[in-house]
Nanobody, 123 residues
Framework: HVQLVESGGGSVQAGGSLRLSCEVS????????LAWFRQAPGKEREDVAL?????????TYRDSVKGRFTISVDDSKTTLYLQINNLTLEDTGTYYC????????????????WGQGTQVTVS
């Protein structure tokens, strides 16, 4: 049973930085996709960054966060990180990490595993 637990959110001033973490436990091996999503108040959840763990780790970002967000995975592949720099008011929301065997299924299917979210509030 796969479990994901996010942490690292908080209240910060615009221009500040945060590093979010997502601890992954359970049966994970081989190739899979990890991603960070966020949901702002009154808006739908959107993806912000993904890391596809194949033979190497491939990362991509939503255009609006490129240059400010960095997704990474530790060597043991049990912790996913999201470094957020130069926070803006638009970054406010609940950030979730997700995992599935493939990125397409994570983004468009219903077989993914999700954490409970961590709140980021920018003022």
């Amino acid at each position: 049973h796969v479990q994901l637990v996010e942490s690292g959110g908080g209240s910060v001033q615009a221009g500040g930085s945060l590093r979010l973490s997502c601890e992954v436990s359970g049966s994970t091996s081989g190739r899979y996709c990890l991603a960070w999503f966020r949901q702002a108040p009154g808006k739908e959840r959107e993806d912000v960054a993904l890391a596809a763990l194949v033979t190497e780790t491939y990362t991509t970002y939503r255009d609006s966060v490129k240059g400010r967000f960095t997704i990474s995975v530790d060597d043991s592949k049990t912790t996913l990180y999201l470094q957020i720099n130069n926070l803006t008011l638009e970054d406010t929301g609940t950030y979730y990490c997700g995992l599935d065997r493939g990125c397409a299924s994570l983004f468009y299917g219903d077989s993914g595993h999700w954490g409970q979210g961590t709140q980021v509030t920018v003022s």
